[in-house]
Structure formats: structure tokens, C-alpha cells
């Protein structure tokens, strides 16, 4: 069963654009979470979302948002952008919905803001 | 609020030492445990879970973890370290209701030969 993919695998952007990341779950998973790994601050959640709805959200401005296909496929997009959204993305994916499913990560996507 | 702790933010072991990586938790309900492990420019990857069944959990490589309620730990073990081992390791608790994963800072783990 193929694994967590994640496209693209490194982004280049400036400061003022915006940026949309990609997500495609193990296939059968139904959540898919987003989080920012930085250096400094570590691995934060951003949102996770459940058939379409995001069922949770962390603690990041109105700049970060996301969404989810029917097909469970996951986009997070970042309008804006600052110097420091600089960061690793990293999606995850579990089968279904509650606190202790296990979850499965993809590579990466690694963003730099110039 | 759920929150974890990791003692340590980088351990170096010798190859064939004991490996020792401590993860310390707050939870108002029984949690549920992870370690997870990265290797550089790469996603995680689930080493083993604590799911309330048995304390002593094994995982892949070699790994192991002991659940100990009374101290509100759950430490990382491996017997004897590989340099193929050097990775950061991530030590995560289950979210509360309405909350996803909390992941501790991570501990570096260096084996020198």
C-alpha cells in the first residue's frame, strides 16, 4: 500500500505570495492533518480535517487554511506569505477520526520564503 | 491540556551502548503514547505506540517502551545503538477530544563509533 505523498517536495517563494501544498492520504484514510516543523518552535499542529470538514484547527493566523477532497486528497494554502513561514509541512493521515488513531506521515514539503 | 516533556534535546551514545531517551507526559485521561523517529529531510516514522494494553511496548529496530503511570513516563530503549540509529526522536501523547497529536520537542540522538 502506497504511503503518505506530499507534492511538491521543496518550494522557493517571497515574502507576499501565496502557496498551496498537496496532500494524498494511504488510501482508505480518512483524516488528514497538517503541521510546521521549524527549528525553533518545533512540530505545531495547523488543522486536520475529517470527510471534508476540519474537525480541529491550532493556534495559526487566518493565513493558514486548508481544505479536503471528496477523494480525501488535502490541500493547505498560505496566502501572504512572511519570512517566517519558512518551515518543513508535513501531512499525516489515519484511517479515522479520534485522538488516539495512529498516524502516518509523509515526507515533507519543505518551503523557504525569501 | 495535554503537554509532553523530553529530557535531553540531544543524547550521544557510543555504537553498542545503551540507548536511553526519556519522555515525560501530562494527561488528565489515560493517554495514549508514541514515539515517533526522523531521519534527516524525511517525514516521521512510527516506532511503537502504548494503546493501554500491554506496559512494555516493542517496535521496530530493536526499540522498545515502558509505560509507567506512576511516574508519567514513557522512555525509549534500545539495547544495544546502531549508527544507522542517529536520528531525531519524537515522543507524542494523544490528543484530548477536539485536539489532535502533541508532539514533545525532540531529542537528537547521536552515535558516535
Known amino acids: 500500500k502506497a504511503g503518505v505523498t506530499q507534492t511538491p517536495r521543496y518550494l522557493i517563494k517571497t515574502r507576499g505570495q501565496q502557496v498551496t501544498l498537496s496532500c494524498s492520504p494511504i488510501?482508505?484514510?480518512?483524516?488528514v492533518s497538517w503541521y510546521q516543523q521549524t527549528p525553533g518552535q518545533g512540530l505545531q499542529f495547523l488543522f486536520e480535517?475529517?470527510?471534508?470538514?476540519?474537525?480541529n484547527k491550532g493556534n495559526f493566523p487566518g493565513r493558514f487554511s486548508g481544505r479536503q477532497f471528496s477523494n480525501s486528497r488535502s490541500e493547505m494554502n498560505v496566502s501572504t506569505l512572511e519570512l517566517g513561514d519558512s518551515a518543513l509541512y508535513l501531512c499525516?493521515?489515519?484511517?479515522?477520526?479520534?485522538?488516539?488513531?495512529?498516524?502516518?506521515f509523509g515526507p515533507g514539503t519543505r518551503l523557504l520564503v525569501l | 491540556a495535554q503537554s509532553v516533556t523530553q529530557l535531553g534535546s540531544h543524547v550521544s551514545v557510543s555504537e553498542g551502548a545503551l540507548v536511553l531517551l526519556r519522555c515525560n507526559y501530562s494527561?488528565?485521561?489515560?493517554?495514549?503514547l508514541f514515539w515517533y523517529v526522523q531521519y534527516p529531510n524525511q517525514g516521521l516514522q512510527l516506532l511503537l505506540k502504548y494503546t493501554s494494553a500491554a506496559t512494555l511496548v516493542k517496535g521496530i529496530n530493536g526499540f522498545e517502551a515502558e509505560f509507567k503511570k506512576s511516574e508519567t513516563s514513557f522512555h525509549l530503549t534500545k539495547p544495544s545503538a546502531h549508527m544507522s540509529d542517529a536520528a531525531e526522536y519524537f515522543c507524542a501523547v494523544s490528543g484530548t477530544a477536539g485536539q489532535n497529536f502533541v508532539f514533545g520537542p525532540g531529542t537528537r540522538l547521536s552515535v558516535l563509533p
Open positions: 480535517y475529517f470527510s471534508e470538514t476540519q474537525r
Open positions: 488510501s482508505g484514510h480518512r483524516s
Open positions: 499525516a493521515s489515519s484511517v479515522i477520526q479520534t485522538e488516539q488513531e495512529t498516524q502516518y
Open positions: 494527561s488528565s485521561v489515560p493517554p495514549y
